[in-house]
């Protein structure tokens, strides 16, 4: 069974930055991609920025410029580097992998959450 652990979330002030961590209990070449998505109060869970297994990058259009998604393979934890942090992205942003890599049907799994707070 597969785990993931995010963590990383907290309350910061607009235009502050926060650093989230997702850490598999494998290795996370074995998945065909792992990525970020959050939810609003109120609102669906959104793709936020994923890493696919041969490390291409993609992102929301809310976050561009902003956020970075990248990943330590030795310690199997993918990480999303938020700046310019704004109200909007106010969130629980949960940590997904999707696997095993090279398969016609994936199996996706996710963390348990972190919560982002941004407020003066």
């Known amino acids: 069974q597969v785990q993931l652990v995010d963590s990383g979330g907290g309350l910061v002030q607009p235009g502050g930055s926060l650093r989230l961590s997702c850490a598999a209990s494998?290795?996370?070449?074995?998945?065909?991609?792992m990525g970020w998505y959050r939810q609003a109060p109120g609102k669906e869970r959104e793709l936020v920025a994923v890493?696919?297994?041969?490390?291409?990058?993609n992102y929301a259009d809310s976050v561009k410029g902003r956020f970075t998604i990248s990943r330590d393979n030795a310690k199997n934890t993918v990480y999303l580097q938020m700046n310019s942090l704004k109200p909007e992205d106010t969130a629980v942003y949960y940590c997904?992998?999707?696997?095993?890599?090279?398969?016609?049907?994936?199996?996706?799994?996710w963390g348990q959450g972190t919560q982002v707070i941004v407020s003066s």
């Open positions: 890493i696919t297994s041969g490390g291409n990058t």
């Open positions: 494998r290795s996370i070449f074995s998945f065909n991609d």
């Open positions: 997904n992998a999707r696997g095993p890599v090279g398969a016609t049907m994936l199996t996706s799994y």
